[in-house]
């Protein structure tokens, strides 16, 4: 065990007292220690993160602080799993009763059967949708819980773009560093308060950082997406609190040599082939590490659904092949599972592991059992093969660590190696401890006592005291028949070692000069999001990172500098395209007709959507309305048109706006006016009641023909009051000498003999005693005078009667 003289209790802290909370919720006093802290931590507006490690409450904590902070407001809970999501759901709605409200599950309603099924949580009450709409109706009013998974947040999404959902009071991102690195995940959008809006938001992690296998860095430092961190629980402070169990790191060594000697009594296959020796190895290492630390629960991790598969089908045969001294005490059963297993297969796994009977149960998973989701308290868990995720290696070693009401647990990590029996008497090869050394890695990530053992070792060790250096890494322990008593002292001085020689070459050496070739050949260091420079990047951005915290060397900043690196790449673009934005702004004002670039209009909108929502830096406020930046664009459209409008019918007397009409400042007003006809006419109006009343009240024309024949109608009614008929002559203007009645009678003429004339506009002209078809000499009579002639109009002032 890694702990030593630490106290233990029993399933809750502090002797197992827990604490009342206002409203009767009772909870552990570190998860009132964090919910407290989060609140202090959080305003109107913010966000804060809590790391608990894995099996302390974090579902708790957060269902907590939305009580406190969110009573009659929306809250959205966002998880990566449909699994984890119904676990949540009942979770939340067990500790928070009615105080939950309505409480809704965005995902498909089968997979919510299904899954709440395996989780023993009830549907009643429960609503589920995937109908953005629907969604935003649902939150209108109250206290509301909407509980999705990452890949449902584009629906909440769309319940705000497009049917305006009421804003969220707060946001709780689980198992947050999937949402961490790459800006470009999907998920990502979580992050944004214009996408997703919500006053407070709580990111909840075990796992906050990250490191890769290349010693680049995941994390979730960057205070303007994640926040502070509020709250911090260590796997090292959980287990010294008592929340959960200690536990020892298993070399489970089997030698080829062995192998060879159990194949040769029998011919073990898969598939009607030879067994591999590498899984016949992994199987008999378990089989003795679960003989000799008595174990009765365990989940093995593996990299792909098939090995898992054949692992756990021929495990109990593998442990048939061993002498009945080394056998397990109880039969061994062997249960496979993966992450397209269906529902009802993972809950019969599960009941086996919570209720083994007389047996050993042992489950092979592969991209199942990791992150969030519950599984019944375990006595190990083992690692097949490599992790390449060191949260998997975390995740997987937490499933373990959960106290089941075992006081004075320890769980078990066990590590096969297949190895030689020379190699015991010397140092394994890179190959044969590779996963042994990632799995350290991982834990001294995330527990402190790890990497403090290791640093204390090391110090030893470098004071010319190999024994020494070893002595405090006992957690660590070799086992098998035939391994010498100092092999498990020749792996600790390995990792040791390696651990040393890793910190040393942290990339330096081999990205530096990469980063001097790219600036020697484009003159900056702005690197392309392309997989084939990634690794440069990722390289890039932790120098970055280092420099923000001041952990990066005085000359290695010095260098960067040198081929000038943007150590804030944000502020940087966003001064590069208020500069772009400036110049446009200039030419314009100056006649230009330079249009924006799509990324400057996507900045610009951004800029816009951020004042909106109030959290656009005042300076950077100041500095764009220093530039007359124009805040509302759609608003400034509106307004010139109708400045055009009132202008036109100043000169015009009316809003028959001619399609193709451009004004002398090169407004296009036709087009403009042409454009709201047609929505009309479509219905696709997209004014407001507002705005339609405003063009109604300027006289808009919203059908030119039937203005035009309304305007020609009453015209000749006048006529034929003043005159008894309507013989006009083809060139007679009348009226307020605009009116070209002669042309609009002829032309209604030509409609008529081609048939396009409408009948019930045909009888209004015959009841004015229309003649259709006069003889083309006939004059009208002394009875009716020729109004006097205007002068010809221009095609500024005059209008023709069509």
Known sequence: MIGAGRQVFSGAPAGGAVVSTGSGRRLWPHQVDAVDSWCAAVGEGERATVVAACGTGKTLIAAEASARVAAGEPVLV?????????????????????????????????????????????????????????????????????????????????????????????????????????????????????????????????????????????????????????????????????????????????????????????????????????????????????????LRRLLVYHNRVAVAGHFAQTLPDAVALLPERERPLWPVVGWSAHGRSGFAHRAMVLRELREPGGNTVVVCNARLFTEGVDVPALDGVAFDEPRSSIIDVVQGVGRALRLGGQPGKTATVVVPVLTSEAALTRQLARRDWQTVWRVVRALGAHDERVEQRLQQARQTYRRHSPAGAVAGLDWLTAAGPGVPDDFADRIRLRVLTHGATERVQDGWAHYYPLVVAYHAEHGHLRIPSDPARAGLRSWLTRQRRLHAVGKLAPERVTALQRLGIVWEVGEHQWETRYAEYKRLHQQQQQGDKATASQSLTAWCSRQRALHRDGTLPPARKQLLDEVGFDWDPVQTEWDTAIAHLRTYRRQHGDLLVPQHLICDDGYQLGAWVSNRRSEMRSRQLRLSAARKAELDQLGMVWDAYEFRWQEGLTAARAFHAEHGHLRVPQDLVYGDNTHRLGNWISNRRADHRRGNLAPERKAELDRLGMDWDPPRTRRPDAAAPRPPQPEPLSAASGRVLR
Not at 79 to 99: I, K, N, S
Not at 180 to 205: C, F, L, N, Q, S
Request: charged share 20%; with cysteine; net charge neutral.
């Open 78 to 294: 966002t998880v990566p799993t449909v699994d984890l999501l119904a676990q949540t759901v009942g979770e939340w709605l067990d500790f928070l009763g009615r105080g939950v409200g309505r409480l809704v599950a965005v995902c498909n309603m089968r997979q919510m059967r299904q899954a709440a099924r395996q989780a023993g949580v009830s549907l009643r009450g429960l609503q589920v949708t995937t109908d953005p709409g629907t969604l935003a109706g649902w939150m209108a009013a109250g206290r509301v819980t909407v509980v999705g998974t990452y890949a449902s947040v584009a629906v909440i999404r769309a319940a705000y773009a497009l049917h305006d959902a009421r804003r969220a009071g707060l946001l709780v991102v689980d198992e947050a560093h999937r949402t961490a690195g790459e800006i470009g995940k999907p998920w990502a959008m979580v992050h944004d308060d214009v996408a997703v809006p919500a006053r407070r938001r709580m990111y909840a992690t075990a796992t906050p950082r990250i490191v890769g296998d290349d010693q680049q860095a995941i994390s979730m430092d960057d205070v303007k997406v994640f926040g502070p961190t509020a709250f911090r629980l260590g796997f090292a402070d959980a287990i010294e609190l008592g929340l959960l169990a200690d536990y020892r790191l298993v070399v489970a060594v089997v030698t080829a040599e062995q192998i060879t000697g159990l194949q040769a009594e029998q011919t073990l296959t898969v598939d009607g082939r030879p067994r591999p020796a590498r899984m016949l190895a992994s199987q008999i290492a378990l089989a003795r590490a679960i003989n000799d630390y008595g």
